[in-house]
């Protein structure tokens, strides 16, 4: 059996937890540590250094294709938000929930004069 539970009694070899690159070396018959649902793998040392440039010839060969999958997500990415860009305006209701006017809105130059007691341009009397 090459795959065994946390808690779980084993016997003598090496057991690697792959999700965080743990090693148990177990002497004699033992238990291994961590929690139920953690996955152990009994694999010798050995076993560890013929998979490293398996894995690394696996992802050498599908580098291509996920940066053909990555480039093709964006590109769908961009045409969705072009598509969608007419239903978004129309949709908007100009609410801005981080802006707020406990003061009133900012005023103009020219109500901000009337405001102090002078004449607005406007307001010019002959």
């Given at each position: 059996?090459?795959?065994?539970?946390?808690?779980?009694?084993?016997?003598?070899?090496?057991?690697?937890?792959?999700?965080?690159?743990?090693?148990?070396?177990?002497?004699?018959?033992?238990?291994?540590?961590?929690?139920?649902?953690?996955?152990?793998?009994?694999?010798?040392?050995?076993?560890?250094?013929?998979?490293?440039?398996?894995?690394?010839?696996?992802?050498?060969?599908?580098?291509?294709?996920?940066?053909?999958?990555?480039?093709?997500?964006?590109?769908?990415?961009?045409?969705?938000?072009?598509?969608?860009?007419?239903?978004?305006?129309?949709?908007?209701f100009g609410w801005?929930?981080?802006?707020?006017?406990?003061?009133?809105?900012?005023?103009?130059?020219?109500?901000?004069?009337?405001?102090?007691?002078?004449?607005?341009?406007?307001?010019?009397?002959?």
């Open positions: 059996m090459l795959k065994h539970n946390a808690g779980a009694k084993v016997g003598k070899g090496t057991y690697w937890n792959f999700s965080t690159g743990e090693r148990i070396d177990i002497s004699t018959e033992g238990v291994l540590p961590g929690k139920g649902n953690t996955a152990y793998y009994r694999l010798p040392a050995t076993g560890i250094i013929v998979l490293g440039p398996v894995l690394g010839l696996l992802y050498a060969a599908f580098l291509p294709f996920i940066g053909i999958a990555m480039l093709v997500k964006v590109i769908l990415q961009k045409v969705a938000t072009v598509a969608m860009a007419p239903t978004q305006r129309a949709a908007s801005r929930p981080s802006e707020s006017y406990l003061a009133g809105k900012k005023k103009g130059p020219e109500a901000a004069k009337k405001d102090e007691g002078g004449e607005s341009p406007g307001d010019k009397k002959s």
